[in-house]
């Protein structure tokens, strides 16, 4: 299924001439520097295609022959290759022996001397020229110490001084290369192919996926095979799962398309590389990744996306999304490293129309009271992610917990349990922390305990987006309850060393029957210091909490993580309306002397 859809997604960029996937046996390569010759293969200089883009060094990205797999033997790519293969010198800080060297370069030029024997293409005459020229006469060149002294190596191609293309482009040459893919041999072995059907050459070993982060540079695989362990009826290596040579060069290239490096179509999910396609041309192919991973504070193609996002939101609360066509299908993929291969995390086909709705649902969920000063209510997923980890740094994010709440986001069901327990644990350690991460935590507990009452049945009323002075829950009402002391803690003395948070937060929200009794006489103490405006005003808004509680034994010996949550929520949402800005206050009058 995976690789049939990424099959279709080639062909169809294929059709719709897209310059974002490469023809039928060439991949997009970064080509830092390019050999100039004349017509007759004499050197005319090198030329540099590196530019500066965010800070960092880029080169210039050309369709070129597929590239060959290496282990430690001798294969030369078509065209283009590193400097051991193209100039016969070390490529970088590798050392290399001179034979070895040597071997390289013949290996080269012996490609491209058998296309000239196929093709006449008089581009390749001039390189095969080329490669009798001495090194004495490249050094003079000013781009030469540039070019040797890369540390990291550098990829060369040829192209005629007289030419706007390198001569990879060259329609003689395109037309051979692709052919040879899409041709079946009769020496090699042939069989059904398991993405199109076909009874054709079968490819031994696929194509390298490139992109996924912690997975090898040089590229690992989905389809591999490579012990005796893994033979089945005979059939070795990639024999397995028998594939088309063209079906298998069209899903690799059509996956390092959507992972390549400026891909919009891929996502960055704890330890998971996630990509994601339509089957037909839609906008939620450009625009889901936005939806995740923004700057709230980025450039203006961020806050774009913010403003379309919130666009969304706003049609759905007016019924009036999109109407999109409920036959397209949307495909998410996520893929994660495991030494020379790479696992699926997960794989979920939906259609656009549903995933749109449950992005919009998604994002309500969300949806909560902020302080003024937070720019947007609107926080990708990586920063509600960083605020469940240690020190708030993407490293420590529990990578299970990443993938699984962007399922659960994708598919519209419960928020998974670790996603309560890593909230409830950074509450417990800080204390104190970011306005924005409080936030970002308070969101994900609403969230998190609507869709357990939706989903699960969890027996409690749907939290909203700002405080429910209805609200009768007993957790939610002791969460407000604790803001509330703590409000009058600060207005009575000002910053204490420790404040009420500091001391009795985790104990207050886990074992209330405890604490509250020692909160109510300290609420006391600071309520006497105030005038009797206030005085009045704080008894109030205590007893109309306290009011829902039974008279004896009111408060909860002990309670559960969702209640916690509940707690969390209560509190957060009580505090942003005490501490909020007079203008903003809609259900609390508070004194002008507090």
Same mark, same amino acid.
């Given at each position: 299924?995976?690789?049939?859809?990424?099959?279709?997604?080639?062909?169809?960029?294929?059709?719709?001439?897209?310059?974002?996937?490469?023809?039928?046996?060439?991949?997009?390569?970064?080509?830092?520097?390019?050999?100039?010759?004349?017509?007759?293969?004499?050197?005319?200089?090198?030329?540099?295609?590196?530019?500066?883009?965010?800070?960092?060094?880029?080169?210039?990205?050309?369709?070129?022959?597929?590239?060959?797999?290496?282990?430690?033997?001798?294969?030369?790519?078509?065209?283009?290759?590193?400097?051991?293969?193209?100039?016969?010198?070390?490529?970088?800080?590798?050392?290399?022996?001179?034979?070895?060297?040597?071997?390289?370069?013949?290996?080269?030029?012996?490609?491209?001397?058998?296309?000239?024997?196929?093709?006449?293409?008089?581009?390749?005459?001039?390189?095969?020229?080329?490669?009798?020229?001495?090194?004495?006469?490249?050094?003079?060149?000013?781009?030469?110490?540039?070019?040797?002294?890369?540390? $990291? *190596?550098?990829?060369?191609? +040829?192209?005629?001084?007289?030419?706007?293309?390198?001569?990879? @482009?060259? #329609?003689?040459? !395109? /037309?051979?290369?692709?052919?040879?893919?899409?041709?079946?041999?009769?020496?090699?072995?042939?069989?059904?192919?398991?993405?199109?059907?076909?009874?054709?050459?079968?490819?031994?070993?696929?194509?390298?996926?490139?992109?996924?982060?912690?997975?090898?540079?040089?590229?690992?695989?989905?389809?591999?095979?490579?012990?005796?362990?893994?033979?089945?009826?005979?059939?070795?290596?990639?024999?397995?799962?028998? $594939? *088309?040579?063209?079906?298998? +060069?069209?899903?690799?290239?059509?996956?390092?398309?959507?992972? @390549?490096? #400026?891909?919009? !179509? /891929?996502?960055?999910?704890?330890?998971?590389?996630?990509?994601?396609?339509?089957?037909?041309?839609?906008?939620?192919?450009?625009?889901?990744?936005?939806?995740?991973?923004?700057?709230?504070?980025?450039?203006?193609?961020?806050?774009?996306?913010?403003?379309?996002?919130?666009?969304?939101?706003?049609?759905?609360?007016?019924?009036?999304?999109?109407?999109?066509?409920?036959?397209?299908?949307?495909?998410?993929?996520?893929?994660?490293?495991?030494?020379?291969?790479?696992?699926?995390?997960?794989?979920?086909?939906?259609?656009?129309?549903?995933?749109? /709705?449950?992005?919009?649902?998604?994002?309500?969920?969300?949806?909560?009271?902020?302080?003024?000063?937070?720019?947007?209510?609107?926080?990708?997923?990586?920063?509600?992610?960083?605020?469940?980890?240690?020190?708030?740094?993407?490293?420590?994010?529990?990578?299970?917990?990443?993938?699984?709440?962007?399922?659960?986001?994708?598919?519209?069901?419960?928020?998974?349990?670790?996603?309560?327990?890593?909230?409830?644990?950074?509450?417990?350690?800080?204390?104190?922390?970011?306005?924005?991460?409080?936030?970002?935590?308070?969101?994900?507990?609403?969230?998190?305990?609507?869709?357990?009452?939706?989903?699960?049945?969890?027996?409690?009323?749907?939290?909203?987006?700002?405080?429910?002075?209805?609200?009768?829950?007993?957790?939610?009402?002791?969460?407000?309850?604790?803001?509330?002391?703590?409000?009058?803690?600060?207005?009575?003395?000002?910053?204490?060393?420790?404040?009420?948070?500091?001391?009795?937060?985790?104990?207050?929200?886990?074992?209330?029957?405890?604490?509250?009794?020692?909160?109510?006489?300290?609420?006391?103490?600071?309520?006497?210091?105030?005038?009797?405006?206030?005085?009045?005003?704080?008894?109030?808004?205590?007893?109309?909490?306290?009011?829902?509680?039974?008279?004896?034994?009111?408060?909860?010996?002990?309670?559960?993580?969702?209640?916690?949550?509940?707690?969390?929520?209560?509190?957060?949402?009580?505090?942003?309306?005490?501490?909020?800005?007079?203008?903003?206050?809609?259900?609390?009058?508070?004194?002008?002397?507090?």
């Amino acid at each position: 299924m995976i690789l049939q859809e990424l099959y279709k997604l080639y062909e169809r960029k294929l059709k719709e001439k897209s310059d974002e996937v490469s023809p039928p046996g060439f991949e997009k390569k970064e080509i830092p520097y390019l050999v100039v010759i004349d017509e007759k293969g004499n050197f005319v200089r090198f030329e540099s295609t590196v530019f500066e883009a965010d800070r960092t060094k880029r080169a210039r990205s050309f369709f070129v022959p597929a590239g060959v797999k290496r282990s430690s033997g001798i294969s030369a790519n078509l065209l283009w290759d590193n400097l051991g293969y193209v100039l016969g010198i070390p490529d970088g800080e590798k050392e290399t022996d001179k034979s070895r060297l040597t071997e390289q370069k013949k290996a080269f030029y012996k490609r491209i001397k058998e296309l000239y024997k196929e093709t006449q293409e008089k581009a390749l005459e001039a390189v095969l020229s080329f490669s009798e020229v001495p090194i004495s006469v490249l050094k003079k060149d000013p781009l030469w110490r540039e070019i040797t002294e890369s540390k $990291t *190596g550098a990829n060369l191609t +040829f192209k005629i001084h007289s030419d706007a293309d390198i001569i990879c @482009a060259k #329609d003689t040459i !395109q /037309k051979h290369v692709t052919a040879a893919v899409q041709k079946s041999k009769g020496d090699k072995e042939s069989g059904r192919c398991l993405i199109t059907g076909e009874y054709t050459e079968i490819e031994r070993l696929h194509p390298a996926i490139k992109g996924v982060q912690g997975a090898q540079p040089t590229g690992a695989n989905i389809v591999s095979y490579n012990l005796s362990a893994f033979t089945s009826f005979g059939k070795e290596q990639s024999f397995n799962a028998p $594939t *088309g040579k063209y079906a298998a +060069f069209a899903y690799t290239t059509a996956l390092n398309t959507l992972l @390549a490096r #400026d891909s919009q !179509q /891929k996502l960055q999910i704890g330890d998971a590389t996630v990509v994601f396609w339509s089957e037909k041309d839609s906008p939620l192919e450009k625009k889901f990744g936005a939806f995740f991973a923004f700057d709230e504070k980025g450039s203006e193609a961020e806050r774009q996306s913010i403003a379309s996002l919130k666009a969304l939101l706003e049609a759905a609360k007016k019924g009036s999304t999109a109407k999109l066509d409920k036959d397209i299908n949307f495909y998410v993929l996520a893929l994660a490293p495991n030494a020379s291969r790479l696992a699926i995390r997960f794989w979920y086909q939906e259609s656009v129309a549903q995933i749109e /709705k449950n992005l919009v649902q998604y994002f309500t969920d969300l949806r909560m009271m902020r302080p003024h000063f937070l720019e947007t209510d609107v926080l990708p997923l990586q920063t509600l992610l960083e605020s469940t980890a240690v020190l708030h740094k993407k490293e420590n994010i529990h990578p299970l917990m990443a993938t699984e709440l962007f399922k659960a986001i994708l598919t519209n069901r419960a928020f998974p349990r670790i996603v309560l327990l890593a909230v409830i644990g950074r509450i417990r350690a800080e204390p104190e922390t970011e306005p924005k991460y409080e936030y970002c935590r308070a969101a994900l507990l609403k969230a998190y305990i609507n869709r357990l009452i939706r989903f699960q049945g969890y027996e409690a009323k749907e939290l909203e987006e700002k405080m429910d002075e209805k609200n009768t829950n007993a957790a939610y009402r002791l969460g407000r309850l604790f803001a509330v002391f703590e409000y009058l803690q600060a207005k009575a003395i000002g910053n204490p060393n420790a404040s009420i948070r500091d001391r009795y937060y985790a104990s207050a929200s886990s074992r209330p029957a405890i604490v509250f009794p020692v909160l109510v006489r300290l609420a006391n103490y600071h309520i006497a210091r105030f005038d009797e405006r206030v005085r009045v005003w704080a008894d109030k808004l205590i007893q109309d909490i306290l009011s829902s509680f039974p008279a004896e034994n009111a408060f909860p010996k002990i309670m559960t993580l969702e209640e916690q949550g509940l707690f969390a929520v209560g509190y957060y949402q009580q505090k942003q309306a005490l501490f909020s800005r007079k203008e903003d206050r809609e259900t609390e009058n508070i004194p002008e002397s507090v």
